[in-house]
């Protein structure tokens, strides 16, 4: 068996070939630096960030576009405003957070100023509102008060010189089914001496539970619109809003005085009530005409009342611009002068 070979041509080689012939070889240019684009956004995200953080911090925290500057109050009848305005003042001055001031409308705590107003007062409730961007309303519903206590304190006591006083007691039998009185005759009293007492006036209003609602600063028309009660306290007692000065019994029996000694036909008014809170079941109501009504809490008011009306048409009459004192407290007895 015959072999055949393949016969292969050989290659030329390059090197052989004239220089125009020889093929050009393209080179390879250098491959570009390649930047990490990533980190450059983070860095100047970083820096937008910070920046803009310090301009918020600024805008919103320190700067003076959200300081309080108008402050509307509301709601308050018988709390002065002032005092009102002075508690959120000091409020103002408190620290929210660190070096962060409640004068900012944005860290102002409604919840502090709550319970700063409810500690000084009785208030129903308390409704404050943030209007952005420096303006805060606080609305008051005060605890309705029913009377006005007059507290008297003596603050200096003078001695006058011996006095005889004459007094000549006036009292009769009144005509009636139900009320008798006693004539006695007069008689005279010697003081040995008098002694004068000055004292000052400070006004509350209570609630119908007898619970001291607030201080006040009263005019005479103030006076007017409330049943008054009259005390004498020493100068070492102090009142506070919240304390417990009368129970709900007595300001309903005030209450009745002045309703049912209004309905007299002697055209009878209450100036106020006198109240000595040693004495549990007595008070005094004071007239307009400058006279006294004495009464007693263990007695009917009604039976009280008609005696009254009894004394005054039939025994009194027309010496009412002399009477100093009608004695009520005994049930079948009246005592006038």
């Known amino acids: 068996m015959v072999r055949r070979h393949r016969y ?6 390059l090197y052989n070939l004239p220089t125009a012939q020889r093929p050009m070889r393209q080179r390879q240019s250098p491959e570009p630096v390649k930047i990490n684009t990533s980190i450059i956004k983070n860095i100047i995200g970083t820096i937008f960030f910070i920046c803009a953080g310090i301009w918020f911090g600024y805008f919103f925290i320190f700067s003076p576009n959200f300081s309080i500057k108008n402050i509307n109050i509301t709601g308050n009848e018988n709390i002065p405003i002032t005092e009102i305005q002075e508690i959120i003042n000091e409020q103002l001055d408190k620290k929210a957070i660190y070096a962060i001031g409640q004068r900012n409308i944005l860290f102002f705590s409604k919840n502090d100023l ?12 308390i409704k404050i509102n943030k209007k952005l961007p420096f303006t805060l309303s606080v609305h008051l519903e005060e605890k309705l008060a029913r009377v006005v206590l007059r507290v008297k304190i003596p603050i200096s006591i003078t001695h006058t010189k011996a006095q005889a006083i ?4 006036e009292a ?9 009185h006693n004539i006695e005759d007069g008689e005279e009293e010697v003081e040995q001496g008098e002694e004068q007492i000055s004292y000052s006036e400070d006004y509350y209003y209570l609630d119908v539970n007898g619970i001291v609602v607030s201080s006040a600063e009263m005019s005479e028309n103030d006076l007017q619109k409330f ?4 005390i004498e306290i020493p100068d070492t007692q102090k009142i506070n809003s919240r304390d417990i000065l009368l129970d709900r019994e007595t300001i309903e029996f005030i209450f009745s005085v002045y309703r049912t000694v209004s309905k007299m036909p002697q055209n009878v008014s209450v100036a ?3 109240l000595d809170l040693s004495i549990a079941d007595e008070m005094t109501f004071v007239t307009t005409e400058n ?6 809490t263990s007695v009917s008011l009604e039976t009280q009342i008609k005696k009254l009306e009894l004394a005054l048409d039939e025994k009194i009459k027309d010496k009412r611009a002399t009477l100093q004192y009608v004695d009520l407290r005994i049930k079948d007895r009246v005592y006038f002068k």
């Open 114 to 125: 709550i319970s700063a107003i409810g500690e000084r007062y009785i208030v129903e409730n």
């Open 172 to 180: 009769g039998q009144v005509a009636g089914d139900q009320v008798s």
């Open 166 to 169: 004459e007094e000549d007691v």
């Open 291 to 296: 006279w006294q009504g004495m009464l007693s």
């Open 8 to 13: 292969y041509k050989p290659k030329r080689k």
């Open 272 to 274: 106020y009530v006198k």
């Open 227 to 230: 049943p008054v009660i009259e």
